[in-house]
């Protein structure tokens, strides 16, 4: 009993902040690229999992940028997105005032085309927000990650399932 609540609640709790360019449900999209911005990769995984079951051509990445220089340079993120049809910027707010290796994917996903790029942030909702502004695609999960939170992020993402949750700042 305690479990299907507890699912139930996760599932409820997942709001579909922004949808401004209606990217999701993601239709026609084979290969996701998730570029993982949290304190660990553990999420990313998780939902890089769910995705490869059902079907979909699915890579994790946490380097994008120059690693010795610790600069991103916009050719080499062409390059990159131009392999997948959707980009997932799966992040949390831990990393956030840090200078670290997530806190410069932060940035760096500022390069990513908005047309294909998801926003799932894990963290406070007024993160979103403030960093990313200007994105028209952002998913408000209002739990922690785990299996059951990836696999309803899954569902949302592909349209097995309506986002319910209601943004406390919209």
């Known amino acids: 009993f305690a479990n299907r609540v507890s699912e139930q609640i996760i599932r409820d709790g997942i709001c579909l902040c922004r949808n401004d360019n209606n990217l999701i449900p993601i239709h026609n999209c084979k290969k996701i690229l998730i570029i993982d911005a949290t304190d660990n990769d553990k999420s990313a995984y998780m939902l890089c999992d769910k995705f490869v079951r059902r079907g979909f051509e699915t890579d994790v990445k946490r380097i994008i940028y120059d690693v010795p220089s610790r600069v991103c340079w916009q050719d080499d993120i062409d390059e990159l997105q131009s392999k997948y049809d959707v980009v997932i910027l799966n992040l949390n707010t831990d990393i956030a005032c840090t200078w670290s290796e997530p ?22 909702p007024f993160f979103a927000e403030d960093y990313f502004p200007e994105d028209p695609t952002i998913i408000e999960t209002n739990a922690s990650p785990s299996d059951e939170l990836a696999n309803a992020l ?4 592909i349209g097995e399932m309506d986002f ?3 943004s406390v700042i919209l």
């Open 154 to 157: 899954a569902e949302g993402i």
């Open 103 to 124: 806190f410069m994917l932060i940035w760096a996903s500022h390069l990513f085309d908005k047309k294909k790029k998801i926003i799932v942030n894990y963290g406070s």
């Open 164 to 166: 319910k949750g209601h």
